[in-house]
């Protein structure tokens, strides 16, 4: 007979680890790849927002949709786009995604294993940098090409200002999968109530300007407006009333913060929640 | 020897069949008050998009600039009508493709086939709830948008605009019902709604004139009857025209599509129905 001693048990080595966070980034790759409709939808709809958005846009140009836009609409939009679309795919593919281990019954098999529980969230991050990335660039070079020249200043602080923003942004995302574990099948109307409000309080594809008095003060209670400010106004060569919400030391202050201390706040509360589901037996409920 | 004899549901008995569907899930709905208050919030949100933009690009003449480019300067109005008529698009194409992969998923589709209820009745039943649901939010959350922004949302010839709007909705769950086709053929239901939401609001010109289209892409979107649906809406609202001139004739088109798209569907999925049943296909998913 087999005895196994509680003691034997030996943390993973730094190595092991490695390699199981490489094997389930490649889980989420292969996933990824196996559902070519999903594959293809993502990639065609970023498309067609931004051409919905840019011909709305341009409804309010003088030349309408045959003209341009200035470099300063291009750059408003162009950057506060990619930093709505890491949030939003944040939110679905970290924070929601979570559900899909629940309901296939992994997530309860993965606390059997010495694999780090982070790791699942952490290979997440990969596939949302590496897809997303790719993202932008596609919807960039096409907004550029609809409406003008993109403006491009300060390229070193606009890259810092962006790891910050993302960092940010992922702690968001792994602080939502903690609420996902919480509210579960619910958790789908607050990312959808998530991303609209962040399409309206971060002004993601406006000025803060054309926002009301007391709706700009929701936004300065939100980190990441800081950032979509501080980054595209970076990018932008700091243009006449950019940064828009507050000086620029300040708001580099805060989204330094915000990269910081979300992630950290955002997996504390992941493993509060998973410690909750786990002595309530809520694991694999769904 | 007891002997059994088949005999075909009469109309009543078809017609209490659908709305039973409907019933269940208007019952259903109700259970969810969270979900149908962001149907309302939703369509607000989504106008308010092009709205700010339009606002931060146009500055104090956006007004202007918009009236020069689709004929009204009322451009709060045309963007809460866009994001509203898509509301109720949208929720057609999911509700339909949503019941048939529920079915398909929990394999209840296969016991359908065994009863003398048919597919169709029960889709009757499901577009009859989806109408309901998203005529009620869409008509809600434009009363409720304009109230928000502070435009008079009786502008207009409302009567014609409503006309519009219902007569529209036939073919669009004609439409619609095409797509549970594909999504029972292809046996995938989210990423498909996802990309048909976005080409659906291009194609009926959600915040824009379809016109600003190149001439190809407007003969396409042209074919779509949403794309009538909101144009006549808008002309009837705000005065922006219609498309043939004539608010009769855009009507008349509509009801071609409304004569036209709902049969053409029925045969359509009928024939993809009859199809997976051939080859193990209804069932598995």
């Avoid at chain 1, 529980?117 to 997440?124: F, H, I, P, W």
């Avoid at chain 1, 509060?272 to 694991?283: M, W």
Wanted: glycine share 8%; hydrophobic share 55%.
């Amino acid at each position: 007979m087999t005895a196994f001693n509680q003691n034997s048990y030996q943390s993973p080595s730094i190595s092991a680890s490695l390699s199981s966070f490489w094997a389930m980034v490649r889980k989420e790759f292969t996933i990824m790849l196996r559902y070519p409709v999903e594959f293809l939808a993502s990639f065609v709809q970023v498309f067609l927002i931004v051409i919905i958005f840019t011909l709305a846009g341009l409804m309010f140009s003088p030349e309408g949709a045959g003209g341009g836009a200035s470099s300063e609409v291009t750059g408003v939009v162009s950057y506060g786009f990619i930093l709505f679309l890491f949030l939003s795919d944040t939110l679905w593919s970290i924070g929601f995604n979570i559900r899909r281990e629940q309901k296939q019954g992994t997530l309860e098999q993965i606390y059997m294993s010495p694999a780090s529980k982070l790791a699942v969230l952490g290979s997440r991050v990969i596939i949302t940098l590496i897809w997303t990335s790719i993202l932008s660039v596609v919807a960039v070079w096409l907004l550029t090409n609809l409406l003008g020249d993109l403006p491009i200043h300060n390229i070193g602080l606009g890259l810092f200002v962006l790891i910050m923003a993302l960092s940010g942004t992922f702690g968001t995302g792994f602080a939502f999968a903690a609420l996902t574990l919480r509210v579960k099948e619910s958790a789908q109307t607050a990312v959808n109530l998530l991303q609209f409000m962040f399409m309206i309080f971060c002004a993601p594809f406006f000025a803060f300007s054309a926002l009301p008095e007391p709706l700009l003060w929701i936004s300065r209670s939100i980190p990441l407006a800081y950032g979509v400010d501080l980054f595209r106004s970076t990018l932008m060569g700091f243009p006449n009333g950019f940064p828009e919400l507050a000086p620029f030391g300040v708001e580099l202050t805060i989204v330094t913060l915000f990269g910081i201390g979300m992630p950290i706040l955002g997996i504390w509360l992941y493993q509060q929640a998973e410690n909750h589901a786990r002595r309530k037996g809520s694991l694999s409920e769904y | 020897m007891q002997t059994f004899t088949y005999t075909p549901p009469t109309p009543r008995q078809t017609l209490s069949a659908a709305l039973a569907e409907t019933k269940i899930r208007l019952i259903n709905a109700t259970r969810y008050p969270g979900q149908m208050l962001m149907e309302i919030l939703i369509p607000i949100i989504f106008a308010a998009m092009p709205l700010l933009l339009g606002r931060s690009t146009g500055g104090a003449n956006a007004a202007v600039y918009f009236e020069a480019n689709t004929g009204t300067a009322n451009f709060v109005a045309y963007m809460l009508i866009g994001s509203n008529v898509f509301a109720i698009v949208s929720y057609a194409f999911w509700h339909i493709a949503h019941w048939v992969r529920f079915e398909q998923e929990t394999g209840t589709l296969e016991a359908v086939y065994t009863t003398p209820t048919s597919s169709t009745t029960l889709a009757a039943g499901v577009a009859i709830y989806s109408a309901i649901r998203g005529f009620g939010t869409a008509i809600i959350a434009y009363l409720l948008g304009c109230a928000i922004f502070r435009v008079n949302p009786f502008e207009g010839q409302v009567f014609l605009a409503l006309l519009f709007l219902l007569i529209g909705l036939v073919p669009l769950y004609g439409f619609a019902f095409l797509f549970g086709a594909l999504v029972l053929k292809i046996k995938e239901s989210n990423a498909l709604i996802n990309l048909m939401q976005w080409v659906v609001s291009f194609l009926m010109g959600i915040f824009f004139p379809v016109t600003v289209l190149p001439a190809g892409i407007r003969f396409v979107a042209q074919l779509f009857p949403p794309t009538w649906m909101v144009n006549g809406v808008r002309s009837s609202l705000l005065g922006v025209g219609y498309f043939l001139e004539n608010w009769y004739l855009d009507f008349a088109v509509l009801w071609a599509f409304l004569l036209f798209v709902p049969l053409f569907s029925v045969w359509v999925f009928q024939r993809v129905e009859n199809n997976l049943r051939r080859n193990e296909g209804i069932g598995t998913f």
